[in-house]
C-alpha cells in the first residue's frame, strides 16, 4: 500500500508510516500503528527517540580489528586485557557475538564477517570481512580460529571457504559441533540432526 | 497424549530400506465413516456418512463433487490439491463467519477410530501478493500436529484430469511424480531433495557470476561437493524407487489392457551414470562435473544432475510422451497413479483410499471396466462422474451411490 497517494492520509503521517514499513518485520499494519502511536506521544519523547536514531548512525563505528559494531575503535573486546589473544571466534553478524558472549564461556577474541557467502545474492568472499581476518593473523600469534558461522548451507560454504584460506596460517581450525539440543529428547530430534549428533559423538 | 503421539508417529513412513516389501502380508483397513465440512468451497456445511466399499458420486458439472474428493485429500495430505493456494479452499459467500472453513473427518482404523479436523482461517498480515495469510490448524482427535506429521495417518492416492501430464508434460511433472512417491517412503529424501533444490540455485548464480568474471572459479569447489554428495542420494533413491515400480507398473498395465500394450518405464538419470552402486553414481557426478565445467560457466547454468532427470515411458516400444493417444496416455496416468497406491500398501500395510476425480469420461468401455474391477479391491474408493450411464450395472449395484447437487449431497 502506498499511503503517499491517499488523500485521507496526512503527508508527514504518510511518510512515518512508510518509513517504518521499510524496517524488517514490521508489515503495513504494524507501520500504522507504531505511527498513530508516535502522534500521541509526548514531544520529549519524539525527541529522544529522533535523537536516539540518528545518535546510532553518527556514533556508532565498526571495530578496525574485529569488526564488530562498536563507539570507540578497538572495541572493548579487543581491548579488554584479559581476553586470550590466541584465539579467534568467527562469526556471520554481531548480534552472535552477543550469543555467544552470553555464554560466558569463551573468553578469546571475536571476527565479524557481516554476512555469507551467498552467490545468488551476488555476495561473494570479496564483500565479506575476510581480507581483514588475514590481516588480522599477520604478525599475530593465534593459535586457533573456530569457525562460528550457522549451520545453514550458505554458513556452511563460507566456513569452507575461511578454512581452506587459513589452513596454511593456522594450525588449529576448528568448526561449532552440531548435534542433540541440551535438554530435548531423543524421540523428538529429527533424523539429520541425530545422525549428526552420532557422528559427531565424544569419549565420556 | 503420549500414547496418542507415539500412535501418530508409529504411523509416520517407514524409511524405505527398513521395511522389506514382503514382509507385511496382511494389508489393514482403513477409510473414512464421517465427513462434515463447513465452509468448504461450495459447500457450506455438510454431514455425510459413508461405507467402505466403491462409492460413486455423481452430479452435474460445478455441482461439488471434486470439492468433496478434495475434502477427503485434505485429511490425507493437509493441502487442498486443486487450488493454487489453500486460500481458495474457503467459501467466500458464505454469512457467518466467511473467512473459517473446516473440514473434519472420522478415520475408520483396523483397530482405532481417528478423527482428524482441519480448521483454516484468513487472517494475519497479508503476504507480498496483498493476499491474505491463512492460517491452518490440525488436530488428530484433538491433538495439534503439523501438516508433516499428519502425513501417513491416512493414505490416500489422487486420480483427476491434470493426471495425463504424467505421460504428456515436461520432465518436471514426472520428476515431481517420483519425489511425492520416494518422500512417503523416507523422511531423509525430502530434506535431501529440498538441500539439492538450494545447491543448484546457488551454484547457477555463482556459475554467472563466473562468466562475467566476477567471481573465481575456486569458489565452486563448496557447491560442486554440495551438489554432488546430495545429487549422488537422490539418484541412488530414484532407482532404486523406479526398479520397485517397474513391475508393479507392466503388471498394472497389461491388467488395465488386457495385455493389448506393453507399458515400460525406465530411470533417466541426469548424469551418464558408469554403474549402479553409491561408488559408480559418485564416479559419474565427479567427472561429468570436472569435464563440464566450461560448459556450465559458458551456460550459466548447472548440467548435470537429479534437476535433469526423467522417466522414460514406453508404449509397445514407441515413446509414449510423443505418441501416445490421449485415452492411451489416461490409462498410463492412472497405472502409475495405481503403482503408486500399490507401493505405499506394501510399504505401509495399509490400504490407501482411492480418489478418482472424473477420470472414467477418456476410457473405452473395456479399460473403464477394468479400472472399475481393480479400485472396487480397495478397501475405499471414492468416484465421481458426471454420467451414471457410464458406469456398468454390475458396479452400481455394489457400490454406494450419491447425488451431488449444488453443495447437498443426497444417497440414491
Request: glycine content about 6%; overall charge negative; aromatic content about 6%.
Amino acid at each position: 500500500m502506498n499511503y503517499e497517494f491517499l488523500p485521507s492520509v496526512a503527508a508527514p503521517l504518510a511518510r512515518v508510516i512508510q518509513e517504518f514499513h521499510k524496517l524488517p518485520g514490521i508489515g503495513p499494519k504494524s507501520a500504522q500503528r507504531l505511527a498513530y502511536y508516535l502522534i500521541r506521544m509526548p514531544a520529549e519523547e519524539a525527541q529522544s527517540l529522533a535523537e536516539a536514531i540518528l545518535a546510532v548512525k553518527e556514533r556508532v563505528t565498526f571495530c578496525n580489528i574485529c569488526q564488530n559494531i562498536t563507539e570507540n575503535s578497538p572495541c572493548y573486546l579487543c581491548s579488554h586485557e584479559s581476553r586470550d589473544r590466541s584465539r579467534i571466534c568467527v562469526v556471520e553478524e554481531p548480534m552472535d557475538v552477543l550469543s555467544l558472549e552470553r555464554t560466558q564461556a569463551y573468553k578469546g577474541l571475536y571476527h565479524v564477517l557481516h554476512g555469507v557467502i551467498s552467490p545468488a545474492s551476488g555476495i561473494g568472499p570479496e564483500n565479506l570481512k575476510i581480507r581483514e581476518l588475514l590481516e588480522r593473523l599477520k604478525g599475530n600469534d593465534v593459535q586457533e580460529i573456530i569457525l562460528a558461522t550457522n549451520p545453514s548451507l550458505e554458513g556452511e560454504s563460507t566456513a569452507m571457504y575461511v578454512h581452506r584460506l587459513l589452513s596454511p596460517l593456522v594450525s588449529h581450525i576448528t568448526r561449532l559441533a552440531r548435534g542433540l539440543p541440551v535438554g530435548s529428547d531423543l524421540e523428538y530430534a529429527d533424523e539429520v540432526t541425530l545422525s549428526r549428533a552420532l557422528e559427531g559423538r565424544q569419549e565420556v | 497424549m503420549t500414547a496418542l503421539l507415539t500412535r501418530i508417529r508409529r504411523n509416520r513412513p517407514l524409511w524405505y530400506n527398513t521395511a522389506s516389501l514382503e514382509a507385511i502380508t496382511r494389508v489393514l483397513s482403513v477409510y473414512v465413516s464421517h465427513l462434515s465440512l463447513t465452509n468448504f468451497r461450495n459447500y457450506h456445511q455438510l454431514e455425510l456418512d459413508v461405507p467402505s466399499g466403491l462409492l460413486i458420486f455423481s452430479g452435474g458439472n460445478a455441482q461439488g463433487k471434486s470439492n468433496l474428493l478434495e475434502a477427503v485429500y485434505l485429511l490425507s495430505i493437509a493441502k487442498a490439491y486443486r487450488a493454487s493456494s489453500d486460500r481458495e479452499a474457503i467459501c467466500r459467500t458464505a454469512l457467518e463467519d466467511p473467512e473459517h472453513a473446516q473440514v473434519l473427518g472420522i478415520v475408520q482404523r483396523e483397530r482405532d477410530r481417528v478423527r482428524i479436523m482441519v480448521d483454516m482461517r484468513l487472517g494475519g498480515p497479508a503476504d507480498e501478493n496483498e493476499r491474505p495469510y491463512l492460517h491452518k490448524d490440525i488436530r488428530v482427535d484433538g491433538i495439534h500436529v503439523s501438516a508433516s506429521d499428519l502425513v501417513g495417518v491416512v493414505n490416500a492416492v489422487l486420480f483427476d484430469a491434470e493426471d495425463i501430464q504424467l505421460v504428456m508434460g515436461s520432465p518436471a511433472t514426472r520428476r515431481r511424480y517420483m519425489d511425492i512417491l520416494i518422500c512417503q517412503l523416507d523422511r531423509v529424501y525430502l530434506r535431501s531433495l529440498q538441500k539439492y533444490q538450494k545447491v543448484v540455485y546457488q551454484r547457477n548464480h555463482l556459475l554467472r557470476l563466473i562468466r562475467e568474471r566476477r567471481s573465481q572459479f575456486e569458489e565452486l569447489a563448496f557447491w560442486d561437493e554440495a551438489l554432488v554428495q546430495e545429487g549422488v542420494y537422490i539418484t541412488l533413491k530414484r532407482h532404486q524407487v523406479v526398479q520397485e515400480l517397474r513391475h508393479l507398473v507392466s503388471n498394472l498395465h497389461s491388467e488395465l489392457t488386457e495385455s493389448q500394450e506393453e507399458l515400460t518405464m525406465d530411470y533417466v538419470p541426469g548424469v551418464p551414470l558408469e554403474g549402479l552402486e553409491r561408488e559408480d553414481i559418485q564416479r559419474s557426478f565427479e567427472r561429468a562435473m570436472e569435464e563440464g565445467r566450461g560448459r556450465e560457466v559458458a551456460l550459466g547454468a548447472s548440467q548435470w544432475g537429479p534437476h535433469r532427470d526423467d522417466l522414460r515411458l514406453m508404449v509397445g516400444g514407441m515413446e509414449a510422451a510423443s505418441y501416445a493417444s490421449r485415452g492411451q496416455a489416461r490409462t498410463l496416468a492412472l497405472t502409475l497413479k495405481l503403482a503408486e497406491g500399490t507401493l505405499l500398501e506394501r510399504e505401509r500395510g495399509e490400504s490407501p483410499i482411492l480418489l478418482l476425480d472424473d477420470v472414467l469420461s477418456e476410457l473405452d468401455i473395456s479399460r473403464r471396466r477394468r479400472l472399475l474391477e481393480y479400485v472396487s479391491r480397495s478397501q475405499q474408493a471414492i468416484v465421481s462422474t458426471t454420467d451414471l450411464d457410464r458406469i456398468e450395472k454390475s458396479f452400481l449395484v455394489n457400490a454406494t451411490n450419491f447425488q451431488v447437487e449444488k453443495g447437498n449431497i443426497k444417497p440414491i
